[in-house]
């Protein structure tokens, strides 16, 4: 089974849950601003993660994974709710961000109110105790990494000597986080022992991380058409990607030089953006970020090798073929 | 024992475990965020309570309501940390606020890192599984509720027919939702049972209700050198007091007007607030919210009768006395 289907026969219930699980708020314009993004329909990549996981342990087992998914869900997009406020973005899956909508005390008050959300979501999870408390421990630590890898991103706007290394760190704790997450916990609502859930959380990570590279890649080399936006727009806004870091790390004397005098230009020419790519290919920045994206892919798949053959293996394996092949 | 002493010897272990708590933030800028207010030292009544309450249950089970009172006093902590972005506040507890010394995007994340971190914390709960569960269900809930109190309140400033039902509903959550919760769990942590933890509720409900109305009501009744600010400040701010909402509701014609527009003026004369002090009272405006946090003092106060003797219940009792006579 694609992964396509796999989530597809799963999003009714997802999708019915989430906005149900809305229904505890009894302020109308809060209830409103928070289920807005939700609404607005996302991938809901998380949670069919973590039901397809748990699925892949014990065929059935999915449903019992649900009441996760659903706050693994919650938590990111409220985390999303409030980036796009210190981002001061304006629009959020085609629609305007809430704090565009409502205002930015709203925006705010309304992610608290989605993170506690998530919590009382989790609160009636259908597991054993000591799993509750796991769960509960891995995920209020997901999101103290989430908000570290935030804060890591916004520090590097003002840096040019980013090492790899820390890209890494941040990119593990704002992206990969929930990704670990969601297919470690549905291994384990699915009783999965520590040797496999822990193998789940590996595939999760280094699909969560190929995701990312791949995502910053895309940008540089898909077509405009194929991305819906201008090829290179993160160069313009700056964005310290894992092509960026290498280039900066490599470019000496007065390629450095012109190349810094692109980046973060909003201004700056497509023939300029081109001239940016140029320079980063002759060092082998955008070569190596693909190679490596490509090796975390193999990881992810590798880790597997330690579920059972299955339909839903066959789906988590094709999740990180769509991870590196996607095509907005 | 009165409520000074009692909070007094339980303030090195809260002081201690929550700067502790901390230390498990590894991105320094956010850590020092995240501690900046706690840092700035509260009155800690919060996790005080909720030690006081387990001992008044149980004598030394307070030590094992601690982990329960710092997640408390994070939520209070990050509730108001975001609350001072939305209201754009410069100075809390006498020192800046954490967006003015970092700035709103730090502020906003170490606030939703802070909530994280009380969950974190609470996971490492020293009480029975299930009471763990019930726990998370309450705290989650709770934390919802002042998200949806601080929308009523922020909804209430365009508004001049709020019913006072409403206004009691809006400090319910937003302020008597903590002391509910302290009271309560600090109870049931020291396995109390439920017709006694329930009365502890009852007990922090009054209590919170009569706290907030006694400090609006001090804004306008106490001397400017007792409050440490200009007296009737909040009328000059417009903010929707009790008195306020049953001036708005008794005021008629002429004086109606007049008190509406001085409510909210920031350059009102000094005249101009005592005019408006003297229109509310001519329709008992301020007896009445001070009749009324009397009431609740005295229920507070009577829901302690479900409790033994011990020098706890004489320190509960005396944080009642506390509430509705405490000079600033």
Known sequence: MDIKEAIGIRKPDIERELLKSFEIVRDERLRNAMSHLPSAGGKILRPALAMISADAIKKGEGKRALAFGISLEIIHNFTLVHDDIMDNDDLRRGVPTVHKVFDNA???????????????????????????????????????????????????????????????????????????????????????????????????????????????????????????????????????????????????????????????????SDDEVKEAIELMKKVGAIQDAESLALDYADRAKRALEVLDDSEEKEALLDLVDYVIRRKY
């Open 106 to 268: 709203t925006a705010i008050n309304a992610g608290d109110a989605m993170f506690a959300l998530a919590f009382n979501v989790l609160s009636g999870l259908d597991v054993e105790h000591s799993v509750l408390r796991e769960i509960l421990a891995d995920i209020s630590s997901m999101v103290i990494g989430i908000a570290e890898g935030q804060q890591m991103d916004m520090d590097f706007e003002e840096r040019t000597d980013i090492a790899p290394e820390e890209y890494l760190e941040m990119i593990e704790k704002k992206t990969a986080l929930m990704f670990i997450n969601g297919a470690k916990n549905g291994a384990r609502i699915a009783s999965a022992p520590p040797e496999v859930y822990e193998k789940m959380a590996e595939y999760g990570r280094y699909m969560g991380l190929a995701f990312q590279i791949w995502d910053d890649f895309l940008d540089l080399t898909a077509d405009e058409k194929t991305l819906g936006k201008p090829v290179g727009s993160d160069i313009r806004n700056g964005k310290k990607t894992l092509m960026v870091v290498y280039a900066l790390q490599r470019l000496e004397g007065p390629d450095r030089e012109r190349f810094l005098s692109i980046l973060g230009n909003q201004k700056a």
